[in-house]
């Protein structure tokens, strides 16, 4: 099992990380609806795994849509959980009942040293393949949002996973550091801008 993950490049960190990264999530999108004293258990429970359900189409999705495009720039990417986003994450959930969100509890960190095939050490990535692989991210949100609208409007579990991908498109094309839109808009501020427009008016649907 550890020979096979490695050999998809990961590790049972990175696994783990994102597990757990994808749990406090979960709880920061479902808390504006919990109600500890009028809810049962059963509903408590079955509503966050519903929130956990959302989130493994949405936040992991867009993680691995960074690592498999760094990856395939022969890149080393891994996921890293950001203790201090998730903390901000869970305090203010709880503290504005969900009313602001912080979707940051870590990110695919890339490691753009390399040699490739002809022997030929490679530093970094091109402007273009750095915002590839930022931009990659947000392009899958907005992908999975409007499939989820187009094709299982009907569902509103759908229409739920459709929201939080917009949200986290959104969120992430802030075009300042670390953000991925930092990178988009450097490399193409027309493209930084399409997606962003897309983004809101996925979120307007709402």
Same mark, same amino acid.
């Given at each position: 099992?550890?020979?096979?993950?490695?050999?998809?490049?990961? $590790?049972?960190? #990175?696994?783990?990380?994102? @597990?757990?990264? *994808?749990? &406090?999530?979960?709880?920061?999108?479902?808390?504006?609806? @919990?109600?500890?004293?009028?809810?049962?258990?059963?509903?408590?429970?079955? %509503?966050? &795994?519903?929130?956990?359900?959302? &989130?493994?189409?949405?936040?992991?999705? !867009? #993680?691995?849509? !960074?690592?498999?495009?760094?990856? !395939? +720039?022969?890149?080393?990417?891994?996921?890293?959980?950001?203790? *201090?986003?998730?903390?901000?994450?869970? &305090?203010?959930?709880?503290? $504005?009942? %969900?009313?602001?969100?912080?979707?940051?509890?870590?990110?695919?960190?890339? +490691? *753009?040293?390399?040699?490739? !095939?002809?022997?030929?050490?490679?530093?970094?990535? $091109?402007?273009? #393949?750095?915002?590839?692989?930022? %931009?990659?991210?947000?392009?899958?949100? @907005?992908?999975?949002?409007?499939?989820?609208? @187009?094709?299982?409007?009907? +569902? *509103?579990?759908?229409?739920?996973?459709?929201?939080? /991908?917009?949200?986290?498109?959104?969120?992430?094309?802030?075009?300042?550091?670390?953000?991925? %839109?930092?990178?988009?808009?450097?490399? /193409?501020?027309?493209?930084?801008?399409?997606?962003?427009?897309?983004?809101?008016?996925?979120?307007?649907?709402?």
């Amino acid at each position: 099992m550890k020979q096979k993950l490695k050999q998809l490049g990961f $590790t049972f960190k #990175e696994i783990k990380d994102i @597990l757990l990264s *994808s749990v &406090i999530l979960a709880f920061v999108f479902f808390y504006p609806g @919990l109600s500890v004293f009028s809810m049962s258990l059963t509903n408590i429970l079955v %509503g966050f &795994i519903l929130y956990f359900l959302i &989130i493994i189409f949405a936040f992991i999705p !867009h #993680e691995l849509a !960074h690592k498999f495009s760094a990856m !395939h +720039y022969k890149c080393i990417a891994q996921y890293q959980i950001w203790w *201090s986003g998730l903390k901000w994450a869970f &305090i203010l959930a709880v503290v $504005t009942n %969900g009313n602001f969100v912080i979707a940051a509890p870590g990110a695919v960190v890339v +490691y *753009s040293g390399y040699i490739d !095939h002809f022997g030929v050490s490679r530093t970094k990535l $091109t402007k273009k #393949e750095d915002a590839i692989v930022s %931009g990659s991210g947000p392009i899958v949100n @907005l992908i999975v949002a409007l499939t989820m609208i @187009l094709f299982f409007s009907n +569902y *509103s579990i759908a229409l739920s996973i459709a929201y939080v /991908n917009a949200f986290l498109a959104m969120f992430n094309l802030i075009p300042v550091v670390p953000f991925d %839109g930092y990178k988009v808009f450097k490399y /193409n501020k027309a493209i930084w801008g399409a997606m962003l427009l897309f983004a809101f008016l996925l979120m307007g649907i709402f």
